[in-house]
């Protein structure tokens, strides 16, 4: 008996003397795991994994508790106190969990082992690093957590906050597509063979949380000034903040048996422990981080290679496609493009042999250079159609070229210097205003400058109310910008915000909180002066251009373009007679309750061929109010001549709607033309285009030949051409403005129409009335701002 007490204090004893996430077993194994956690089966969640709109491979999602759970009391043990509990997530295939730290009197050891009871997996806990920490990754469904600690912690220091429930381990058979090639498999060239072995070194999946899921990339270990620090590069869309990285798992040596067998070699090795997040950039969607922990033993560093790929270069990729064994491809460079969304270019690749998938997001494309394979960019994208049907279709990645400059400082390839503002996010102090921005009016920051190859400027800025920024330059420097978040997510990111400069411009819709302007130059390398403007306006979160109508009434409409808190509303319909009538109200403000109103006209001028165009008469005629009851639904009241019409009206759909949102700039990049058009040297008439997918509907306001108001439908306009539509045109008759019930209304056509936009924001109009052929340039009419602008 005391033979047996004397060998379990030595065996203790010898491994308190270890390094705490170097032991492979549980220190104190005797204590038992008292379940602390256990919850029922998810309802109504994937069980299998699936991919986001991003392109990220979802493989579960997190279960937060209600409220974070207790763990048992601390034992005596090792020189120390110990832990050990379980917790368990029916059908989970693995699990990890969220461990909420409070006051925590150092750094502990954590062992946890699943199902799996011959594996036990360790990391340290450092309170330094965050509030929180989680587990490795075990499979099953249950995973038994001890943690180890020198001095005794107290009750609250460490808590169960929430549980990772994974549809798939990230060690699973994933089931890459076939076209895909192990790194077991050779390519037959000898030397190209001998640069893969050593590169798969370099390469790690990653697991981590985002948003609320678990999902895998893939990584690799870069060689720096600073090593052998451990520095992780992968995607913007993969970990893009701290907690993320906080989260994150790297698994190594992940590779199949031999090539013809991709059942896992069982040689993987994990390193929990996450990382500390260093720099980050949406616009080339590249993320570095310091992993908190060393890599394996076996790991070697990638180098860097920052010189600009050049189109027809062969390259290599190296990734975890479907999270599956380590795969290779090869391709060819081919031209710079651009994204829907980030706004620089990015390398454009055309794969030989081998494809990308997801899950190997945020991997590496290199290229053979003094007898290694160098970094050159990181995984952004590929065709949706990407397959082994289509192999050869483009994939995107974000250029090392640009983010290089970017974290040259962080690496120790050049020094951190003065600049005139941060170039990271967290390292902002001071907001540009000292009240939130809407109070403030706008914000001009003069003089500013991108000081070296690679400066980037955040100006962090309050938003009080809900409310519509917009953030741009001014000077002759080529800028992009983006607007990031108070958790330094990306919310809008733009280049060029008009043809007429490069500056760089965004206008966003957001609530209450913190935000972000990030500037940088276009060029990685330029440098030089500009200046920062900053403005909010509080308008409706919802834009209401369209074209409404009540669908049990065909034959009348109402225009309705929004800007700013001004409706301009332009109503379509008939005389008593059964003529066309249109009446506008041409300034429709705001009111308290939400409503627009305003006076209602009616109109007289030159016949619509007049050449020069003449004045106008105006003459008001009553009132008109718009209730908006949601997006798409409306009350509208006007009074003409004394008779009150009240209308319940909805937006027209004759094909998908557009989504409508604001601008501060021309437009001129819009490719949606949805809006009121005019010739402002030719006051009183005008053209409404409401634009739906590749259809045009125009109305258009103009004057018969008595003078008396007449207006005119194109209904189906078709695209012929990019900015081109045509299609015939029609004059209706119908009842009475105010009849109840609605009658039926006559078609003629009278002839057609067509458009030529030379952009978003100018164009020419040709019609033709009863054998009279107009031509007329044509720009999108400003009566407030911010403006209207629609993507379909």
């Known amino acids: 008996m005391i033979r047996t007490l004397l060998a379990v204090f030595a065996a203790a004893l010898a491994a308190s003397a270890l390094p705490a996430a170097a032991t492979e077993a549980f220190l104190v194994p005797r204590i038992a795991a008292q379940e602390v956690v256990h919850l029922d089966a998810p309802a109504g969640k994937s069980a299998v994994p699936t991919v986001t709109g991003s392109g990220l491979l979802r493989i579960g999602d997190v279960r937060a508790l209600p409220k974070s759970q207790e763990i048992p009391g601390w034992t005596p043990a090792a020189g120390g106190y110990v832990t050990r509990f379980r917790v368990t997530s029916d059908d989970a295939v693995g699990l990890r969990v969220r461990l909420d730290l409070g006051v925590v009197p150092g750094a502990m050891s954590m062992r946890v082992q699943g199902s799996d009871l011959a594996k036990v997996e360790s990391m340290d806990i450092d309170p330094t690093l965050g509030p929180e920490s989680w587990t490795p990754w075990t499979e099953g469904n249950s995973q038994v957590i001890e943690i180890y600690s020198r001095v005794r912690p107290s009750e609250d220091a460490v808590r169960v906050g929430a549980v990772l429930h994974m549809v798939t381990t990230p060690l699973a058979k994933a089931g890459a597509a076939s076209c895909t090639l192990s790194t077991a498999c050779s390519s037959d060239d000898p ?79 994990q390193v929990a422990g996450g990382a500390q997040l260093v720099y980050t950039s949406f616009n080339v969607d590249s993320t570095l981080m310091l992993l908190n922990r060393p890599a394996p033993e076996g790991t070697l560093l990638a180098p860097l290679n920052p010189a600009l790929m050049t189109q027809g270069a062969s390259i290599v990729s190296l990734s975890h496609p479907h999270g599956d064994t380590m795969r290779w491809g090869t391709g060819t460079v081919g031209p710079q493009l651009r994204d829907a969304e980030r706004p620089y270019d990015m390398y454009s690749v055309n794969f030989n042999r081998g494809i990308i998938e997801p899950g190997s997001s945020g991997s590496g494309v290199f290229t053979a250079n003094n007898g290694h394979l160098e970094l050159r960019g990181i995984l952004s994208q590929g065709d949706d159609n990407l397959s082994c049907a289509q192999p050869t279709l483009f994939t995107l990645y974000g250029r090392l070229e640009a983010f290089y400059p970017e974290i040259s400082a962080y690496i120790g390839a050049t020094s951190l210097v003065t600049d005139d503002a941060p170039n990271r996010p967290q390292d902002v102090t001071t907001t540009v205003s000292s009240t939130p921005l809407e109070v403030a009016g706008t914000v001009t920051l003069p003089d500013r400058r991108i000081d070296f190859a690679g400066d980037v400027d955040v100006y962090k800025f309050t938003i009080a109310n809900t409310s519509v920024i917009t953030a741009s330059t001014t000077g002759g420097m080529d800028t992009v ?200 040297n030719e006051s009183g008439w005008g053209v409404n285009v409401t634009h739906q997918e590749d259809v045009l509907f125009a109305t258009l306001f103009t004057y018969n030949a008595s003078g008396q108001p007449m207006w005119y439908v194109m209904s189906d306009g078709e695209r012929t051409a990019p900015g081109q539509y045509s299609g015939a045109l029609y004059s209706t008759t119908g009842p009475a403005f105010n009849a109840t019930p609605w009658t039926a209304v006559g078609l003629t056509q009278v002839g057609s129409m067509s458009f030529n936009f030379t952009d978003g924001n100018t164009g020419t109009m040709t019609y033709t009335v009863n054998g009279v052929q107009v031509t007329k340039a044509i720009q999108r009419q400003v009566f407030s701002n911010p403006k209207t602008q629609c993507e379909q």
């Open 191 to 269: 030397t190209l063979d001998g640069l893969i072995d050593e590169r798969r070194k370099s390469v790690a999946k990653i697991q981590f949380v985002r948003g609320g899921s678990g999902f895998l990339c893939s990584a690799t270990l870069v060689d720096t000034p600073r090593r052998p620090q451990p520095y992780l590069l992968t995607a913007n869309h993969c970990i893009d903040d701290q907690p993320a990285a906080t989260s994150m798992t790297t698994i190594w040596f992940y590779e199949s048996t031999a090539c013809g067998n991709d059942n896992p070699s069982g040689t993987a090795v």
């Open 481 to 680: 910008g983006v607007i990031l978040d108070g958790n330094t997510h990306e919310v809008m990111a733009n280049d060029d915000a008009q043809t007429s400069d490069t500056n760089t411009g965004i206008t966003q819709l957001v609530g209450p909180g913190t935000y972000y302007f990030s500037v940088a130059a276009w060029n990685p390398g330029a440098t030089g002066t500009y200046g920062v403007t900053l403005r909010a306006d509080r308008v409706d979160s919802t834009n209401h251009t369209a074209l409404w109508w009540n669908a049990n009434e065909s034959g009348w409409g109402i225009n309705i373009n929004h800007q700013g808190n001004i409706v301009f509303a332009t109503l379509f319909t008939y005389n008593p007679n059964g003529t066309p009538l249109w009446l506008v109200m041409s300034k429709g403000d705001r009111q308290a309750d939400g409503s627009y109103a305003g006076t209602l006209y009616k109109t007289m001028g030159p016949v619509f061929n007049a050449q020069p165009w003449s004045p106008i008469s105006l003459q008001a005629v009553g009132t008109m109010s718009l209730v908006f009851t949601g997006d798409a639904a409306a009350a509208l009241t006007y009074t003409y001549n004394g008779a009150t019409v009240t209308k319940a009206i909805t937006k027209q759909s004759f094909r998908t709607l557009p989504t409508c949102s604001w601008s501060s700039f021309d437009r001129s990049f819009a490719d949606n033309f949805q809006d009121l058009w005019w010739n402002q």
